[in-house]
């Protein structure tokens, strides 16, 4: 038995374009900020613009989009730790979630996932004292310090860059 809903989603995802979605989002964000292509899909706070990569065909590419202009929606500007950012991810996905239904679209949990972890091995590296490999506490942006033996590292303040497709897609 075809369950017709299903099938009526499928099609609309099948159908959905860069430049659909992109009239869509347009149309639903107003003037609260712009639009504009670069080599990455990024969210700038400093400009009130959400760049994507022109002319991606890929559904995570859709994805992608979608979750930068929730970055945009959300407000999201620069974060004091790493544990923050991790936040702000976990924020702009979740409501990524809620407005894709609005677009017929639905986005891959495993994708979701895979994007959250990989900020949070990041993060989880980035804590480790170098001398005891325990986790140790960010106390600036740049800055841990180990609760055990009291030593203090540098991380470098360079924001954390998503390997946008990550995994060969299924
Ligand atoms: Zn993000
Ligand atoms: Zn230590």
Known sequence: MVDIYWLD??????????AKLLENLKSYCGDKFSFST???????????????????????GLWTLLHEVC???LQHKTYESDFELV???VGAWERA????????????????QDCLDSYRDWQYKRSLCPR??????????????????GDTWNVSAARFCRPYRRKALK
């Open 87 to 89: 936040l702000l991810e």
């Open 132 to 149: 005891c490999d325990l986790g140790g506490i960010q106390i600036d942006q740049k800055t841990y310090k180990c609760l055990f033996c």
């Open 97 to 112: 979630e809620k407005l894709v239904t609005d677009f017929g679209l639905k986005i891959d949990q495993d994708h979701v």
């Open 71 to 73: 970055h945009g929606l």
């Open 9 to 18: 989603k499928t099609l609309r995802i099948l159908t959905m374009t860069q």
């Open 38 to 60: 670069a080599k990455n899909y990024f969210w700038s706070p400093k400009d009130l613009t959400v760049y994507y990569q022109e002319d991606d065909l890929s559904e995570v």
